[in-house]
């Protein structure tokens, strides 16, 4: 199994997202969390609520930064006063990387807020490098892209999502928030095999998993962050950490959402599968 170069923090373990619902239990309780992961859009801001939340999480615990406004996928290129907002924000949570989506999301200064996949071509992933490496340029912490979950797909697209994933961090030199439900999702939605996705993807790159759960409809398979993970999708994380090594985890739930026990005992189960990588490298050994 390769070196991280670009997961410094691999040990850092498995996360929560930090969500409103639970914001009195966590600061009344303290429970023993390893990280919360943060939108930070919910905290560019000045003053107000979400600023004293925030400080008061940052005094018991480490804070990561995900995104879902930058659209490096953009032909229009990055909003720079959306980029300084975040800089400053990264510079108050001291968040060791930061993660946003290879998607786009707007045209002409209106804003879909939607993570919309992008046509698979060189030149789509030129104008995503272009745009990552303005944000690397301006962040002081490493920054990794998240694959989507898509319901749709262009007919100019010349390569895989898996294909384009990984140029894209490779020309760019930045990392990978792999989201296995995504890719469990887009699989059943567009008809590839999710191993095969995984299998692809450079190990060496991914600094942070994402898990979560997902509804079925008629023709689509929707990524909710409504339920528990299903079995298939923990199989698909199985097969991540066997190929990357123990890297931090984060359970995504968004709608319906339980107390929190009910979502920090799912996330834990993570721990089993780092547990069986640790014990196989170890009888490898």
Avoid at 166 to 171: D, L
Avoid at 255 to 276: M, N, S, T
Wanted: aromatic share 10%; hydrophobic share 40%; with cysteine.
């Amino acid at each position: 199994m390769p070196g991280n170069r670009f997961n410094a923090f691999s040990d850092l373990g498995i996360g929560l997202g930090l969500r409103s619902v639970h914001i009195d239990h966590i600061l009344e309780r303290k429970p023993d969390v390893n990280w919360f992961e943060i939108i930070s859009e919910n905290y560019m801001v000045d003053g107000g609520r979400p600023q004293v939340v925030l400080d008061r999480i940052l005094e018991q615990y480490r804070v990561v930064q995900h995104g879902v406004g930058l659209y490096v996928g953009s032909a229009q290129g990055v909003d720079r006063d959306h980029l300084r907002r975040l800089k400053r924000l990264v510079a108050h949570t001291r968040t060791p990387w930061v993660t946003d989506h290879l998607c786009w999301g707007s045209v002409d200064g209106t804003f879909s807020h939607d993570l919309l996949p992008l046509p698979y071509t060189p030149e789509a992933v030129a104008r995503a490098v272009e745009n990552i490496r303005i944000v690397k340029g301006e962040l002081a912490v490493p920054f990794s892209v998240e694959n989507v979950s898509s319901y749709a797909e262009y007919r100019d697209s010349t390569m895989t999502e898996w294909e384009f994933l990984t140029e894209v961090a490779e020309q760019a030199d930045c990392g990978i928030l792999l989201d296995v439900n995504n890719i469990y999702v887009s699989a059943l939605n567009h008809g590839f095999d999710p191993l095969t996705y995984v299998d692809y993807v450079p190990p060496e790159r991914v600094t942070q998993i994402h898990i979560a759960g997902h509804s079925r409809y008629r023709r689509f398979v929707i990524d909710t962050h409504d339920h528990p993970v299903i079995d298939p999708v923990w199989k698909l994380y199985a097969r991540a950490i066997e190929r990357v090594g123990p890297t931090p985890t984060l359970l995504e739930w968004d709608a319906r959402i339980p107390p929190f026990e009910e979502v920090h005992a799912e996330a834990l189960k993570a721990v089993r599968y780092w547990d069986h990588t640790r014990g196989r490298l170890s009888h490898a050994g």
